[in-house]
């Protein structure tokens, strides 16, 4: 029998959820009586790189300690952007990190992040699996992306799209105050993938006409296009509301904002995006020439705790201590998912896959979802996100704001 | 005995609890056995000029109809921004209201604005004491600005001052998740006055160490001397988070930011601001070359009904209704106030003074609530904000989105 401890960490940007994840695993470790340390590594795999190691137990004290976590923002344990390099460019990374779970006596490593990150739970188990370590190695999917193939959402999903489609529902209210023609437009995130775009929609869903307009990443945009489609709008509404993805492409696929941006890539080369919103909001401004107004909703939509979606919050915790089981049932190299029971009543079991069928993959949104013209979605889109973002947290406050769980960060010695 | 209807109206921009103030009026109003007719004005001043009434009866049919109307944000009966002239360049305008005053039997004239509206309830007090006429008007505040005097603050305040508390309080988990030192800059709304922006440092007074600096429009501000005050800060903090009013002020009295502006100006010839963040993050980056970003709280400052302030929402609902017993006792010409009676418990009267002491004037943040450097405010500004954010409403969901009050807009014949 191997090393019976456990490791875990977070990866990539910050969502409502992943903390409530972190605290599935650590209560799926409590809960095992083979489990003996639980250790966190600060800052994702730089931590066992760094010897930034802390216990968890010196932190989680009581299930009400569990339950402040799984509500609290952002990274509890921080976060990285760090990929790991191929074992035949650099040997030696492999190595330390092999040594640091050897002194620890890690047995079962828990990795909770997005693409990248299951690239680095990917190449980890292959690893440990041809130096012939019994060590189990889980990636736990968090995006508020939802990017990511094979589960049918991914935790921080529910809770970001449902952050958006309120923040949609009071916008589309501040827009119609007064009496004077005005276009409104709200820049969401995704980067690629469609799925929060979509999710501004929802509006629509519960009898709002409003947004009017929804421009995802997977159809073309063309800005000629668009000013023709705010136009047409503008004839049946006096106040026209727009979603638009930063992901949004020109036919020629380069990004539409392009021209409003620095160019700066992050560490993976992806680009930062952010400025269609402003770009749009001058091209209605110049070429149609009524009120108009651009909204960037921001790192609100990863961080928005308060609007939190119970949903969400529950399946993130329920995977984190299901990546648990499985790895003290054997398995490693995998990759927890959700699969979709029914939609109504909504139900979906969490399974498992080959983590070598996500690193690296994106998901979008199907064509079929997205209309004709390429500027609305379709309701079949309702269908599969109304189910993420029902149910409403409690979240512990203290004078009125929000309570959050903070680790004591004390190194371990080892 | 005069005539016995109502009418209320709403200027300005939209709060989340102006329609909190508008369910006062109408319950005041339905309550007494004088009042008559209830009728609201579209779009402010504005529908009475282009007969734009509604018969508030066919919308508010029960209590729950009115407790949905006091957290539905916006405005439910339409805004503007329209500035009555003085009598002595148009007395046409004021025959025009008077006029319809007269058909509809308007007895009592509730306007619920800011100070540029207080300034038409002002004229239009006047113009009816002076024509003789017993139609008595009443101005109740509200503005997320707290820039009001006399009141002790105004409705509409806490609902903001709240969301921008918990806001700042997730943005500051957001910004700590990585080792590299940072820099994330939020601007915040409140145009000369900087309520707003301080209570962006209500996460100070629960025990966080952000927001690190917090520039007010009322202390001058130097670019230079922020940079400075960055630098001293990463001596101390890996991520410094700052709040900055989008009004504040170069020591030559300009906007900071105003190089990074259109130049426009609204109706009342104020400047739109925007782009201090923008403008600071640049400044960052260019100077001193850390990470750095700048986040617009934008909008949702002023609509964020899902994370309103039960204090504020029934607050305003109070000073609706009181203004209701203020114009029967047969005051006109006034204006409704908060009097606050104590800090700790926290207790409030609603009261009266004259009209014309608010009109057109603004309330700042005392300077002895700012500290000596400009860069932070005092503990002084926590014991006044605290008790405005308290309370949670309940918010009806449809689906998991919030559901609003709407009225139906079917236009009075007169």
Redesign the interface.
């Known amino acids: 029998m191997g090393f019976q401890n456990v490791l875990v960490a977070q990866s990539g940007g910050?969502t409502t959820a992943i903390n409530a994840t972190l605290a599935g695993v650590i209560k799926g470790a409590l809960e095992s009586e083979r489990i003996e340390q639980i250790y966190g590594s600060l800052?994702g795999i730089?931590g066992v790189l760094h010897g930034r190691i802390i216990d968890i137990r010196r932190s989680i004290k009581s299930q009400a300690d569990l339950k402040l976590l799984s509500v609290?923002?952002?990274?509890a344990l921080?976060?990285?952007?760090f990929r790991l390099p191929k074992y035949e460019n650099d040997p030696a990374i492999y190595k330390t990190i092999g040594d640091v779970f050897e002194k620890l006596q890690i047995g079962y490593f828990f990795y909770i992040g997005g693409n990248d990150s299951m690239d680095t739970a990917h190449k980890l188990s292959d690893y440990f699996a041809q130096t012939g370590r019994d060590i189990r190695v889980i990636g736990i999917p968090k995006t508020i992306d939802n990017d990511l193939p094979v589960t049918d959402h991914t935790p921080g999903f529910g809770c970001a799209a449902?952050y958006i489609?309120?923040?949609m529902?009071?916008?589309i209210?501040?827009c119609?105050?007064?009496?004077v023609p005005s276009v409104t437009i709200v820049e969401i995130m995704g980067r690629n993938a469609g799925w929060l775009t979509a999710a501004a929609a929802?509006?629509n869903?519960?009898g709002e006409s409003a947004p009017h307009l929804v421009y995802l990443p997977e159809a073309p945009f063309d800005a000629e296009q668009f000013l023709e489609d705010v136009k047409e709008q503008q004839r049946k509404h006096k106040c026209v509301v727009v979603a638009v993805s930063e992901g949004v492409k020109n036919p020629d696929g380069t990004y539409a904002a392009e021209t409003f941006q620095s160019g700066k890539v992050d560490a993976f080369g992806h680009k930062y995006l952010s400025g269609v919103g402003k770009y749009l909001e001058t091209l209605v401004a110049e070429k149609i020439g009524c009120k108009v107004r651009s909204?960037?909703l921001?790192?609100?939509q990863?961080?928005?705790?308060?609007?939190a979606?119970k949903t969400d919050i529950d399946e993130s915790v329920r995977i984190g201590a299901a990546a648990v089981d499985a790895a003290l049932a054997g398995e490693t190299g995998k990759f927890m998912m959700f699969r979709r029971v029914s939609d109504n009543p909504y139900a979906i079991k969490v399974e498992t896959c080959e983590v070598a069928l996500v690193a690296n993959q994106e998901k979008v949104v199907p064509k079929e979802w997205i209309n004709e013209r390429g500027n609305h979605v379709t309701r079949e889109v309702f269908t599969y996100l109304?189910p993420l973002?029902?149910?409403?947290c409690e979240i512990p406050?203290?004078?009125?704001?929000?309570?959050?769980f903070l680790f004591d960060k004390t190194l371990v010695a080892y």
Do not use: F
Request: with cysteine; net charge negative.
């Open positions: 910050p800052n730089e609290t923002p952002a990274m921080g976060s990285c952007r449902k489609a309120t923040a529902s009071e916008i209210r501040d119609e105050v007064y009496l929802l509006p869903a519960v909204i960037e921001n790192v609100l990863r961080c928005a705790a308060h609007i979606s109304m973002i029902q149910g409403t406050l203290k004078d009125g704001l929000p309570v959050h």
